[in-house]
């Protein structure tokens, strides 16, 4: 028993790596799979349907290899079981026949010897299987465990009150944020929106536009600073409170494959159609909608695929402008659209902001030259903060960002990043 249950032990605790390699193969090549396929498009695009077939082939040949490995060493741990067991049946039985021969035990103890063991025999092949199994799957569940003991990164405060929004003024008050400690992305950022006043940041890409976004939104906390609305850290209040109080067209909107209606209507769901359409006419694409053969029943795709990028991009506004909340947030929210369409839907977002806190992120500074303030930022700082004509006629950054795009404006497709 004890030469049995130290070899179950010993030989089980052995194969769990190979166990886990396996566990970890299967996991990537799955991953791999999935992310070529759904970067289907970049791997046409660069004719890489070979070199994607390859690297899963290879990862399928390791996981192969790991497989037979864990299959291999638990058929040596079965064999080494049975090994055991019959050779201490035999031993036994050897003594008991033994015992009988030498006239020290009757027939009746032989019997008797024969039916311990089988009474032994079986629980103990049994535990063996049982602890081998429970450590299998304690094992396969590793990443789950690592998972669940993964702290949140924004929790909501013990007793945390919903937020109150009585006139929407957003601030940011000397605001610093890092996604990773080593790399800091925001310095000392401060800046306010008055209530349904709008404001907007401009600057090179990668200055940290979309992160104040995030940072409003509460994906991530402040590393230092605070940002408040009316008054209140967003900190100090319940995440759904807050984010029911914020509506966000993002950079780059991804649908879900289901109708166009349903992803208008998923700024809140239960609106009725009629809502849904007078926020698609708001967004300029009801006409678009109403002239496909299906209407507000077409299937937008995997992502929204089935869409143009402009078009996405006005289902967003839409769902967002079906939200309608008191604080509105457009990170470029109209970069893929035509100028002819940027301006009328930049005429109807204007209208739609009315009395609303917006904070407006764009590229093509001729969409924000009526904003409140226009804050301009450069590797995490802002650099210029004021309104359109003033950062005009101090000739700093903004004059130049703007003197560099008037002159490539004519054509009206210039392209929207400042170098
Ligand atoms: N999730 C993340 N983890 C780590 N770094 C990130 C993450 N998101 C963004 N960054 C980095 O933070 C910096 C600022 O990113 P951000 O998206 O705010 O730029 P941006 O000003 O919006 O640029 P763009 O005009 O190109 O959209 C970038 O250098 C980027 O590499
Ligand atoms: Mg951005």
Not at 36 to 51: G, H, I, Q, S
Not at 131 to 160: C, H, N
Not at 197 to 219: E, I
Not at 347 to 361: D, F, M, N, P, Q
């Amino acid at each position: 028993m004890v030469v049995y249950i130290s070899y179950t032990v010993v030989m089980t605790e052995w194969r769990t790596q190979f166990r886990k390699q396996m566990n970890e193969l299967d996991s990537t090549a799955h991953s791999r799979a999935i992310d070529a396929l759904l970067n289907y498009e970049t791997v046409k695009y660069f004719n890489n349907e070979d070199f994607e077939a390859r690297r899963y082939d290879e990862n399928l040949e390791q996981l192969r290899r790991a497989s037979l490995k864990s299959q291999s060493t638990l058929s040596l741990l079965n064999t080494g079981q049975q090994l055991i067991i019959a050779t201490a049946l035999v031993a036994m039985l050897w003594r008991a026949t033994q015992g009988v021969v030498d006239g020290r035990m009757t027939l009746g103890d032989l019997v008797m010897v024969n039916a311990f063991m089988i009474q032994l025999y079986i629980p103990l092949n049994f535990l063996g299987v049982i602890y081998r199994e429970i450590k299998q799957s304690l094992t396969d569940l590793d990443k789950m465990f690592t998972l669940l003991e993964r702290e949140r990164e924004v929790a909501d405060a013990p007793g945390a009150p919903p937020l109150q929004v009585s006139e929407g003024v957003v601030r940011f008050e000397h605001v610093s944020f890092a996604y990773d400690a080593s790399r800091p992305i925001l310095h000392d950022v401060s800046f306010e929106i008055p209530a349904g006043k709008t404001v907007a940041v401009v600057g090179p890409s990668g200055a940290g536009k979309s992160t104040l976004a995030r940072l409003l939104y509460r994906f991530y906390d402040v590393g230092g600073g605070r940002v408040t609305i009316d008054g209140q850290d967003i900190r100090a209040v319940t995440q759904a409170s807050l984010r029911q109080a914020i509506g966000i067209v993002p950079q780059d909107t991804v649908l879900f494959n289901d109708t166009v209606e349903y992803n208008i209507a998923y700024g809140r769901p239960g609106a009725a159609r009629a809502e849904v359409e007078a926020a698609a006419r708001a967004a300029h694409i009801h006409d678009f909608i109403a002239a496909t053969p299906k209407g507000y029943d077409t299937m937008v795709g995997e992502r929204g695929l089935k869409l143009s990028g402009g078009e996405k991009q006005r289902v967003a506004i839409a769902r967002t402008l079906l939200k309608n909340p008191p604080v509105l947030i457009f990170d470029e929210a109209t970069s893929a659209l035509d100028s002819a369409n940027e301006r009328a839907i930049q005429a109807e977002l204007r209208s739609v902001s009315e009395g609303k806190t917006a904070l407006v992120i764009a590229h093509r500074l001729s969409t924000v030259v009526d904003a409140h303030q226009i804050v301009v930022m450069d590797q995490g700082r802002v650099v210029e903060c004021g309104p359109h004509a003033e950062l005009l006629a101090r000739g700093g950054r903004y004059a130049e960002m703007w003197r560099l795009q008037q002159s490539g404006e004519p054509t009206g497709t210039a392209d929207p990043a400042p170098a």
